[in-house]
């Protein structure tokens, strides 16, 4: 089991920029594929951005290609979300979460608390 705790999030106007932070303990982020989430309120949780055990395959919603990066430094056990050029429709509480390759909220046994991200237009 890992630990997660997310942080960054805030209040941008659109076109601005966030970069959101997933601490993790207990056990490393190599270990796992780690994943961001998003859910706004009368929604569904969807899957943002992901990023296999390796590093080497990542996988992006159609929304935020191009417009934000996965990441993670193993010598901080930590992953980020660099969120650039938002917009009002990226508003939402993101996860991390950590677990199996996929993108459902299923493959992932392990989540933070979420990190609120709203975007002013």
């Known amino acids: 089991q890992v630990q997660l705790v997310e942080s960054g999030g805030g209040l941008v106007q659109a076109g601005g920029s966030l970069r959101l932070s997933c601490a993790a303990s207990?056990?490393?982020?190599?270990?796992?594929?780690m994943a961001w989430f998003r859910q706004a309120p009368g929604k569904e949780r969807e899957i943002v951005a992901s990023?296999?055990?390796?590093?080497?395959?990542?996988y992006y919603t159609a929304s935020v290609k191009g417009r934000f990066t996965i990441s993670r430094d193993s010598t901080k056990n930590t992953v980020y979300l660099q969120m650039n050029s938002l917009k009002p429709e990226d508003t939402a509480t993101y996860y991390c979460?950590?677990?199996?390759?996929?993108?459902?909220?299923?493959?992932?046994?392990?989540w933070g608390q979420g990190t609120q991200v709203t975007v002013s237009s």
């Open positions: 979460a950590a677990g199996l390759w996929g993108t459902s909220v299923g493959r992932y046994a392990d």
């Open positions: 990023m296999n055990s390796s590093g080497r395959l990542t």
């Open positions: 207990g056990r490393t982020v190599s270990s796992y594929a």
